[in-house]
């Protein structure tokens, strides 16, 4: 069985502040892929990122980070300096090798007020 | 942009009708999953098509079909509505490694009444 947690349903901050939004996720294979998606208000699911299981490397892109860890199955998404623009509803979902599925978590809702 | 499109946007159909929701993939992807988004949850997985045959399926019943076209292109048809099945529709369309990251439609927002 596979499940990823997103414990958070709902977050606000105010613009520039740092946020992050987390991920736990439960799978008994050793070969699975995790992803983020954004989810604007239009309804369309944007992909932000893609990690496998054997790539525990954290990434950056421009503010968006994330930190990959095995050890908690944790896949943690940090919005920078947060911008109005990154409201959204932001799903993070898994993949594994013995599924055709993405498995999606219940999705963090984010607010940034100016 | 993804390239993935979806039509109609928007539908609203009456309780026991039936529905077909169009999508067409992304250039290149041979693989279109489709997806159902209740509101406020996360996408569910409806079924999978590879090659216009079904790939994998999730948890939904026989009166949720699907199709899939040489050119790739794909239809989910759902009979017998239920107030139930208003949600977004979500199509997706990637290659068939599990790894490979899937891009979304805009969906299809069915209303049923």
């Known amino acids: 069985a596979q499940k990823v947690t997103q414990a958070q349903t709902e977050i606000s901050v105010v613009e520039k502040e740092d946020v992050t939004l987390d991920c736990v996720y439960e799978?008994?294979?050793?070969?699975?892929?995790l992803f983020w998606y954004k989810q604007p208000p239009s309804g369309e699911l944007v992909f932000l990122i893609r990690?496998?299981?054997?790539?525990?490397q954290n990434e950056i892109s421009g503010r968006y980070s994330w930190n990959f860890q095995k050890s908690t199955s944790s896949f943690n998404f940090t919005i920078t300096a947060s911008q109005v623009v990154d409201s959204a509803v932001y799903f993070c979902a898994l993949i594994s090798n013995s599924g055709y599925a993405l498995n999606f978590g219940k999705g963090t809702s984010l607010l940034v007020t100016p | 942009e993804t390239g993935v499109t979806q039509s109609p946007t928007h539908l609203i159909k009456t309780r026991g009708q039936q529905v077909t929701l169009r999508c067409s993939s992304q250039?290149?992807?041979?693989?279109v999953s489709w997806y159902q988004q209740a509101l406020g949850q996360g996408p569910q997985f409806i079924f999978q098509?590879?090659?216009?045959?079904?790939?994998g399926r999730g948890n939904f019943p026989p009166r949720f079909s699907g199709l899939q076209f040489p050119n790739y292109s794909s239809e989910l048809n759902v009979n017998a509505l239920e107030l139930d099945d208003s949600a977004l529709y979500l199509c997706a369309s990637s290659y068939p490694d599990r790894g490979d990251s899937a891009f979304f439609g805009q969906g299809t927002r069915l209303t049923v009444v």
């Open positions: 098509y590879y090659r216009e045959e079904e790939n």
């Open positions: 990690r496998n299981s054997f790539d525990e």
């Open positions: 250039s290149g992807h041979n693989t």
């Open positions: 799978t008994r294979d050793t070969t699975y892929y």
